[in-house]
């Protein structure tokens, strides 16, 4: 894969942003100094930094999303001798190619949305030095929990820190408010039968009801499915299944529940007859342009919704079966690792350190990105205009985190489990080739088999 500079373009992602990069020149500090799949805690004597000498940091990014392109410009601006070596590419290649790349030219600095293999595998560096010398141990335990992991990785939740996180990302359900009009939807449904009833009455008002991709290699299917699991069940077996619990399965009678419901939107068709050839971009390029009413995603596209759908865009977390209950969400870091081979550790964590501390980069993340800064308690979040739609989601993603109904998103329970799993079963679903029960039962044979592997 070629390496391009860094110039202008947007960056993308998934639900996750993937950033990778290697710190190609001086600045290396005192925790900088770990050997090759060294994973250890190194002590931090004195301040990580970035230096004044010419720094090239070599990133690894998903294409279609401004966040990462924003903060790393805006760090440039305030360390002119840090410049920026990026490759790209889309978020199912990344993800399969993380151990190799990791292994076979490490880079300094890499996001993924599952790394309990890659600390089994000693790829990434321990960062509680570094935790200890920013203070991030002191923030909320709730933002880095996720980032946590027992000795060869496993079980996620406590255990070491070994990534950090650019921002806290939620999803819900994003909805056109025109169309919304054209039906008598005038607040967001509360229910999950609120929410079929809403689709039914765009069905038959010849309305698109649902906008989303299943198309390639990252099932977009699994939004709803998980939100389904949460509005139907509870969000802590789901957490216990993504962070390898002993025993933990998917297979639950509310998981199926779920997936019969995301069975019967689809036979009812609430999702567009091409869903399987739908990718990511062309989801989103369809709902701006008002070719549906709900669409499942994440707050990484609210500075976009309020760009190409200035006061025509809302947001909900998904709604609960139960009138009265909290919602959940699938709430995580975008979690950035530092390689075990890194050769200027000190100076990747200062930029992931700056991510979350500078108020300016806090400013850049929640007008890029739409999601919650990860960073102190106290820090004040950076000013957000009212009624746009990332004003929406940042008062949904602190809902979520002070109701603790966050969970971590279904395809990072292993690094294989969305492309290998989630995606063909689910596009199987769609074409009538596997039923809700089948598709349980596939998902956690390959769990299963992963984790025990």
Known sequence: MSRRTHTGRPLGALLTLTLAGTLVAACS???GSAGPGDTTAAAVTSEPTCGSA?????????????????????????????????????????????????????????????V????????????????RWFGWDKWPPGQLAQLRMGPGGRPRGAGSLYAMGLNFSTTGVFYNKQLASRIGMTTPPSTLAQLDEAMAKAKNAGIQPIQQFNGGATGGLAFPLQDLMASL???????????????ATIDTPASLQAAQHLERWIKAGYFTPDVNAVDYAQMVSRFTAGQGLFSFNGDWESANLDKQMAGNAGFFPM????????????????AVGISAKAAHADCAAFFLNWVATNTK?????GATGGSHPMGPADAPLPPVAAGTVTAGTLQA???VDKDGTAMDFIANATGAIYAKSWTPQLQKLVAGEQTPDGLLKSVQRDYTDQVGS
């Open 29 to 31: 500090g005192p925790g």
């Open 54 to 114: 010419p720094v090239t940091l070599r990133g690894y990014f998903e294409t279609g999303f401004p966040m990462a392109k924003a903060l790393t410009g805006e760090f440039t601006k305030q360390f002119p001798n840090v410049q920026w070596d990026v490759r790209e590419d889309q978020f199912a290649v990344i993800t399969q190619n993380a151990p190799r790349v990791l292994a076979d030219d490490p880079p300094d600095l890499m996001r993924l949305p599952q």
């Open 116 to 131: 309990s293999g890659l600390v089994k595998d000693g790829l990434l560096k321990n960062l509680d030095g570094y935790a």
């Open 233 to 247: 069940g509870q969000p802590a077996p789901i957490n216990d299944w993504i962070f390898q619990k002993p025993g």
């Open 319 to 334: 709604p609960p079966a139960q009138a009265g209950a909290k919602p959940a969400a699938m709430s995580a870091p975008l």
């Open 361 to 365: 980069a806090r400013e850049v993340a």
């Open 397 to 399: 993603a602190a809902q």
